[in-house]
């Protein structure tokens, strides 16, 4: 991987969430990794450790699909100018295990698995018909 220089004159960026990346000038691997659990309740009544072994949810344990590379890929970059230049970004925010990235990369392999858990004493669709 050839490197390059990369100049940012003005960066922002309200929000950056867990595992999320800001990065800049090159890297050789990106790999960001977020496991959410979330319970939402409609009324906030916990027994304590009800959900301390997250190992019953099989979403935290598949392992996940990895395409096929089916054909061969020939591929030539060339690099004209070493300066990657950007005058100004601005980024609401930066999701669990999102990238923002200026420069050259090898490898990004990002994860992301979120489980929500909603528990209602009445039915949130009932009267919305």
């Known amino acids: 991987m050839h490197s390059r220089s990369s100049l940012v004159n003005w960066m922002n960026i309200l929000s ?7 990065q800049i000038g090159d890297s050789n691997q990106i790999t960001p990794e977020t496991k959410i659990f979330a319970i939402q309740r409609e009324q906030p ?28 890929i020939n591929h030539v970059t060339v690099h004209e ?10 980024v609401l925010g930066v999701a669990a295990s999102g990238v923002v990235h200026v420069g050259s ?9 979120v489980k929500n858990i ?10 919305n018909e």
Do not use: C, H, M, W
């Not at 019953?56 to 598949?62: C, I, N």
């Not at 909603?118 to 009267?127: A, C, L, Q």
């Open 81 to 90: 100018n070493p300066v990657i230049k950007v005058n100004s970004i601005q």
């Open 16 to 22: 950056v969430d867990s595992s999320g990346t800001v």
């Open 118 to 127: 909603r528990e209602f004493f009445t039915d949130p669709n009932e009267g």
């Open 105 to 113: 990369t090898r490898t990004i392999q990002a994860e992301s698995r």
């Open 45 to 72: 009544i916990f027994k304590g450790n009800e959900y301390e072994d997250l190992s019953s949810f099989s979403l935290y344990s598949q392992s996940l699909p990895t395409p096929l590379l089916t054909e061969a």
